[in-house]
Nanobody, 124 residues
Framework: QVQLVESGGGLVQAGGSLRLSCAAS????????MGWFRQAPGKDREFVAV????????YYEDSVRGRFTISRDNAKSTVYLQMSSLAPEDTAVYYC?????????????????WGQGTQVTVSS
């Protein structure tokens, strides 16, 4: 069992930055990949970024590459999503998720545990 708690969401103007955090507990954090997903109103949940257990592999959705950075601190059992140059289309509920089996999947069905989500709103 893994428990995930996100924080750091909020309201920001276009062009601004936010850093999301996701604290994990329940299993050895460094042994599983962590992903960030987001869901805007009326849309499906979409992949944002993923990082491998050791932190050596990262992948991003095309629209966020170069603006967002995923990282993790295994000593603190925490994964981060640094978001810069935010745009209104980044507005969504952001979820972190733990993948206990695959390495760096972009598919939500591969993830075993999910946080409750944190709202990010970008105003124009």
């Amino acid at each position: 069992q893994v428990q995930l708690v996100e924080s750091g969401g909020g309201l920001v103007q276009a062009g601004g930055s936010l850093r999301l955090s996701c604290a994990a507990s329940g299993r050895t954090f460094s042994r599983y990949a962590m992903g960030w997903f987001r869901q805007a109103p009326g849309k499906d949940r979409e992949f944002v970024a993923v990082i491998s257990g050791g932190g050596g592999l990262t992948y991003y959705e095309d629209s966020v590459r170069g603006r967002f950075t995923i990282s993790r601190d295994n000593a603190k059992s925490t994964v981060y999503l640094q978001m810069s140059s935010l745009a209104p289309e980044d507005t969504a509920v952001y979820y972190c998720a733990a993948d206990l089996t695959s390495d760096t999947s972009r598919y939500p069905e591969m993830y075993d545990y999910w946080g409750q989500g944190t709202q990010v709103t970008v105003s124009s």
